[in-house]
Structure formats: structure tokens, C-alpha cells
């Protein structure tokens, strides 16, 4: 009997299904929901040590949809972190390891370009009990102009400096969450892991432009009559957050076989997670698919997922993670690989019968041998 059960960094996760950081994870009653409703495990909305810089506005997203205009694949948004003070944050933290202990807790990090600023949220944040970090250094918009988010996690050197600052202090496992915004998402994971994080979390929302609404010229999410870039996400993002975890899955192959990946973009079911877990991954994350489907669905995608593994026999996670990563190669590759097999179907056709007027007394044998597929 096929078990979603998973161990990662000595934490254990009841199923792999873990909430992404954003809304679903904005305070401690949504986040016991998850739990309640059977989440393996949450990341908490974004904060930092003083939420006072955090403004946010609205509206703050946009949709896309399909041409029925009722399937939602993609999702912008201009939201900020958390908004709220960290002091309370702290007290939730706790709380919640008291009311749900089983419940794997993430608190995701972010701070400014300052060592001694990211030493204390961690060490603040260890001392109320969350399981995990996850360090946010992807946020694609927002308080660019302090180094913070993406403007960090886009230079490798940078976020070496800034996983060894959180290395030095921290006691639990740290993922650290990579920006997709970027050529070549495998050189700041590298560093991260060179810095000594346990895994990386990936992918962040890509940065994007919405629409333009046609009547009134203005481009969407609009404040006011203005907007601002902002991050794409929902399953249209998916085949771009496979792409990036494969590519850091084969990066991490060798040096790296310790550590983890937390994959996300557009998972919404038990057959998107499955594919993420092929290409590497130990967890899989879903926010936006919890704003649209509500906190519920992480019972139809267990279902799901369960289904997959018992039809191919596997009996847990790890007995699949990674299957799908030596059918990659390069295009050259594929070239010789084709010729090859042209080759040999057509070595195969050579004598074969294809007409009964080509059938020989003499070599009745030798020709039903060549008709044979399985010898």
C-alpha cells in the first residue's frame, strides 16, 4: 500500500502537499485551516523585522482565463510580504506549534542587506519553535530599492553572502527560495548550497505585465489608474517551474544528493506534483491554487497522487523522485539517437515478408524468424 508519508531533513511531512508562501499563509487562522484540512506542512506569508515598510494596495491582482472565461492559468499579483508586526507573527508561531504540533511550520524570511538584521530574525524565530526557514530571496516586486527579495536572489554572490549569514546561526532546516527571473537559475542555487542550505525552493513568480485594458489604456492589476510589474503565477507557469527545478535537480545530482528541492508553480492536482516529484522534487508547494480552489483541495490531490503511484507500483516518494531526470540529453543527442533507431527498423524490415506472393519453400523459416518482435 503506496504511502505519501515523507521524511525530509528529519522533519516529517504527513503528505508532500505544503502551502506556499503568500496569502493562504497570512496569519495563524488560515494556517491552522491547512492543517486542519490535512496540509503536510505551511510557509507562512513573507515577514521581516519591522512590517512598518510594508504598505500594500488595491486592487492587487489580475486573472487570466481561457477563452470560456471560466478556467483561471494565470495569476498576477502586486502584493507585498507580510504586513503585520513581527512580535505578533512570533506569538502565532508559537501558538501554532502548540495547537498543531504535528503540522511541519516554515517560517519564510526577509530582510535587508544587513548580517546582523538576519541573524536576529532567525535566531527570533528558532526561539518560538518553527520546523524550517525558507529564505526569501525571490520576491520579483517590492522594496527593491533595499536590496531585498529578488534583487538579491539574482546575484550569486550575494545570496552566498546572505545563506552564510542565516548558516551561522540556524539550527533547523533552511530552503532557500530561488528566483526564476534570471538566465540560469542553477548558478544562485548553487550558491545557496555552497553556503550550507539545506535545499532550495523554487520557482517565484515571474515577473510580467498582466494586460492592458483596451478601453481605458491602462495596464492591470491598476491602482488609481497606475500599476507596476508583478508576479505571474497558476498553471501556466508550470512547464517553466519544471524546466527550472529539472535543471537544478541536475545540478544538484552530484555534490549535492543531501540536499532538497521544494518545487512549485501551478501545481493544482495530484497528477502536477507527481511530475514535479520526476524531476526531483521532495515537496511541492501551492499557493495560488488554494486562492482559487480553496484549502479543500489537498484532499482530491492526495487521492490523486495515490492513484499514480499504486498504477506504477511505487510505494513512497522517494521510489520515484528523480525517475523522469536521465531522459533528458541534448539535442545532438536526440539526432543520434533517432538516426539509430531508423537504422535498425529499417535492418529490421530487410527480408521481412511483406506480401504473401514474397513467402519462399526454401526459406519458409528463415523469413518467419524475421517476422518474430519479441526474440
Same mark, same amino acid.
Given at each position: 500500500? /503506496?504511502?505519501?508519508?515523507?521524511?525530509?531533513?528529519?522533519?516529517?511531512?504527513?503528505?508532500?502537499?505544503? =502551502?506556499?508562501?503568500?496569502?493562504?499563509?497570512?496569519?495563524?487562522?488560515? $494556517? !491552522?485551516?491547512?492543517?486542519?484540512? %490535512?496540509?503536510?506542512?505551511?510557509?507562512?506569508?513573507?515577514?521581516?523585522?519591522? +512590517?512598518?515598510?510594508?504598505?500594500?494596495?488595491?486592487?492587487?491582482?489580475?486573472? &487570466? !482565463?481561457?477563452?470560456?472565461?471560466?478556467?483561471?492559468?494565470?495569476?498576477?499579483?502586486?502584493?507585498?510580504?507580510?504586513?503585520?508586526?513581527?512580535?505578533?507573527?512570533?506569538? @502565532?508561531?508559537?501558538?501554532?506549534?502548540?495547537?498543531?504540533?504535528?503540522?511541519?511550520? =516554515?517560517?519564510? $524570511?526577509?530582510?535587508?542587506?544587513?548580517?546582523?538584521?538576519?541573524?536576529?530574525?532567525?535566531? !527570533?524565530?528558532?526561539?518560538?519553535?518553527?520546523?524550517?526557514?525558507?529564505?526569501?530571496?525571490?520576491?520579483?516586486?517590492?522594496? /527593491?530599492?533595499?536590496?531585498?527579495? +529578488?534583487?538579491? %536572489? *539574482?546575484?550569486?554572490?550575494?545570496?552566498?553572502?546572505?545563506?552564510?549569514?542565516?548558516?551561522?546561526?540556524?539550527?533547523?532546516?533552511?530552503?532557500?527560495?530561488?528566483?526564476?527571473?534570471?538566465?540560469?537559475?542553477?548558478?544562485?542555487?548553487?550558491?545557496?548550497?555552497?553556503?550550507?542550505?539545506?535545499?532550495?525552493?523554487?520557482?517565484?513568480?515571474?515577473?510580467?505585465?498582466?494586460?492592458?485594458?483596451?478601453?481605458?489604456?491602462?495596464?492591470?492589476?491598476?491602482?488609481?489608474?497606475?500599476?507596476?510589474? %508583478?508576479?505571474?503565477?497558476?498553471?501556466?507557469?508550470?512547464? =517553466?517551474?519544471?524546466?527550472?527545478?529539472?535543471?537544478?535537480?541536475? &545540478?544538484?545530482?552530484?555534490?549535492? +544528493?543531501? !540536499?532538497?528541492?521544494?518545487? $512549485?508553480?501551478?501545481?493544482?492536482?495530484?497528477?502536477?506534483?507527481?511530475?514535479?516529484?520526476?524531476?526531483?522534487?521532495?515537496?511541492?508547494?501551492?499557493?495560488?491554487?488554494?486562492? $482559487?480552489?480553496?484549502?479543500? &483541495?489537498? *484532499?482530491?490531490?492526495? @487521492?490523486?497522487?495515490?492513484?499514480?503511484?499504486?498504477?506504477?507500483?511505487?510505494?513512497?516518494?522517494?521510489?520515484?523522485?528523480?525517475?523522469?531526470?536521465?531522459?533528458?540529453?541534448?539535442?545532438?543527442?536526440?539526432?543520434?539517437?533517432?538516426?539509430?533507431?531508423?537504422? +535498425?527498423?529499417?535492418?529490421?524490415?530487410?527480408? &521481412?515478408?511483406?506480401?504473401?506472393?514474397?513467402?519462399?519453400?526454401?526459406?519458409?523459416?528463415?523469413?518467419?524468424?524475421?517476422?518474430?518482435?519479441?526474440?
Amino acid at each position: 500500500m /503506496p504511502t505519501l508519508e515523507t521524511t525530509v531533513h528529519g522533519l516529517r511531512f504527513k503528505n508532500p502537499f505544503v =502551502i506556499g508562501s503568500g496569502p493562504p499563509g497570512t496569519n495563524a487562522n488560515v $494556517i !491552522r485551516k491547512a492543517f486542519d484540512e %490535512g496540509w503536510g506542512g505551511a510557509v507562512a506569508k513573507t515577514v521581516s523585522l519591522d +512590517a512598518s515598510k510594508v504598505i500594500n494596495v488595491a486592487p492587487r491582482y489580475a486573472r &487570466m !482565463r481561457s477563452g470560456d472565461a471560466k478556467e483561471v492559468y494565470g495569476w498576477e499579483n502586486i502584493e507585498l510580504i507580510s504586513d503585520r508586526a513581527f512580535d505578533v507573527w512570533l506569538e @502565532e508561531f508559537d501558538s501554532l506549534k502548540q495547537s498543531h504540533p504535528e503540522g511541519i511550520l =516554515i517560517a519564510s $524570511i526577509m530582510e535587508e542587506y544587513r548580517k546582523d538584521c538576519w541573524h536576529e530574525i532567525v535566531e !527570533r524565530c528558532q526561539a518560538v519553535g518553527v520546523d524550517a526557514l525558507e529564505l526569501n530571496l525571490s520576491c520579483p516586486h517590492g522594496l /527593491p530599492e533595499r536590496k531585498m527579495g +529578488a534583487a538579491m %536572489g *539574482e546575484n550569486p554572490d550575494i545570496v552566498s553572502e546572505v545563506t552564510g549569514w542565516v548558516m551561522e546561526v540556524a539550527s533547523v532546516p533552511v530552503w532557500a527560495k530561488m528566483t526564476p527571473n534570471i538566465t540560469h537559475i542553477a548558478d544562485p542555487g548553487r550558491s545557496a548550497l555552497e553556503a550550507g542550505a539545506h535545499g532550495l525552493a523554487a520557482i517565484n513568480t515571474i515577473l510580467s505585465v498582466m494586460s492592458v485594458d483596451l478601453k481605458t489604456l491602462r495596464p492591470q492589476p491598476t491602482v488609481e489608474g497606475y500599476s507596476v510589474p %508583478g508576479g505571474y503565477s497558476c498553471k501556466a507557469v508550470r512547464p =517553466i517551474a519544471l524546466r527550472m527545478v529539472m535543471q537544478l535537480a541536475q &545540478m544538484m545530482k552530484e555534490p549535492f +544528493a543531501d !540536499r532538497s528541492i521544494s518545487g $512549485i508553480g501551478g501545481i493544482e492536482s495530484g497528477e502536477d506534483a507527481a511530475q514535479f516529484i520526476l524531476l526531483g522534487s521532495h515537496l511541492v508547494q501551492v499557493c495560488t491554487g488554494v486562492m $482559487i480552489h480553496g484549502y479543500g &483541495m489537498v *484532499e482530491k490531490m492526495s @487521492e490523486s497522487l495515490l492513484a499514480f503511484m499504486e498504477s506504477h507500483g511505487f510505494e513512497t516518494i522517494d521510489d520515484f523522485r528523480g525517475a523522469s531526470l536521465p531522459y533528458f540529453s541534448t539535442h545532438a543527442d536526440l539526432v543520434a539517437r533517432q538516426a539509430k533507431a531508423k537504422a +535498425a527498423a529499417k535492418a529490421r524490415r530487410e527480408g &521481412m515478408v511483406e506480401k504473401d506472393a514474397q513467402w519462399s519453400g526454401d526459406e519458409f523459416v528463415a523469413q518467419s524468424d524475421r517476422l518474430v518482435s519479441n526474440d
